[in-house]
T-cell receptor
Framework: AQSVSQHNHHVILSEAASLELGCNYS??????LFWYVQYPGQHLQLLLK??????LVKGIKGFEAEFIKSKFSFNLRKPSVQWSDTAEYFC????????????FGAGTILRVKS | EPEVTQTPSHQVTQMGQEVILRCVPI?????FYWYRQILGQKVEFLVS????????KSEIFDDQFSVERPDGSNFTLKIRSTKLEDSAMYFC???????????FGNGTRLTVT
């Protein structure tokens, strides 16, 4: 079955610290990969996506993610977090051979202390 | 930027009652989805809808659930007889074409008492 794992459920960082959130997915052929962010009280917003090409993708607000095919991973990174990055972050995978739906990870709650 | 809109933002209902959750997808989008997130759990896929029919549904989407696009703009999720375990945040999403990201609405928090 298709599954997505996010390694940390809660992360607490101080401002200016570097961030890396892990995401691994089960093998399933061709995939599209996404990171979504949900700020308190708001809807899921797309941070970045990978469909093909350069495995290092840059998204909004200084976030980037690297697709490592051999590790089935798509980790999210930001060199220096801000208080406003406090949110929940979701990794999601579309398995192209298994329809159009997204399979989500459990989410990582990030709290940035000012 | 166009948005997916959902109403109401919060609905409280009694067990056994029918509820209809409403969504207005982005106007030129062709694929429509419902997801739900039970408090503290993963965002789970419920159903996808394309060309006026269900294209895929999960095990969660049993006979108690139905979807409809009655007028070309609204996309509704109906739960016929709600159960306590239906309490969750329900997200509507849409996309224009297959290889594009989903756009999500703000969600409807359903509380079944």
């Amino acid at each position: 079955a298709q599954s997505v794992s996010q390694h940390n459920h809660h992360v607490i960082l101080s401002e200016a610290a570097s961030l890396e959130l892990g995401c691994n997915y089960s093998y399933g052929g061709t995939v599209n990969l996404f990171w979504y962010v949900q700020y308190p009280g708001q809807h899921l917003q797309l941070l970045l996506k990978y469909f093909s090409g350069d495995p290092l993708v840059k998204g909004i607000k200084g976030f980037e993610a690297e697709f490592i095919k051999s590790k089935f991973s798509f980790n999210l990174r930001k060199p220096s977090v801000q208080w406003s990055d406090t949110a929940e972050y979701f990794c999601a995978v579309r398995y192209m051979e298994y329809g159009n739906k997204l399979v989500f990870g459990a989410g990582t709650i990030l709290r940035v202390k000012s | 930027e166009p948005e997916v809109t959902q109403t109401p933002s919060h609905q409280v209902t009694q067990m056994g009652q029918e509820v209809i959750l409403r969504c207005v997808p982005i106007s030129n989008h062709l694929y429509f989805y419902w997801y739900r997130q039970i408090l503290g759990q993963k965002v789970e896929f419920l159903v996808s809808f394309y060309n006026n029919e269900i294209s895929e549904k999960s095990e969660i989407f049993d006979d108690q659930f139905s979807v409809e696009r009655p007028d070309g703009s609204n996309f509704t999720l109906k739960i016929r007889s709600t159960k306590l375990e239906d309490s969750a945040m329900y997200f509507c999403a849409s996309l224009r074409e297959i290889n594009s990201p989903l756009h999500f609405g703000n969600g409807t928090r359903l509380t079944v008492t």
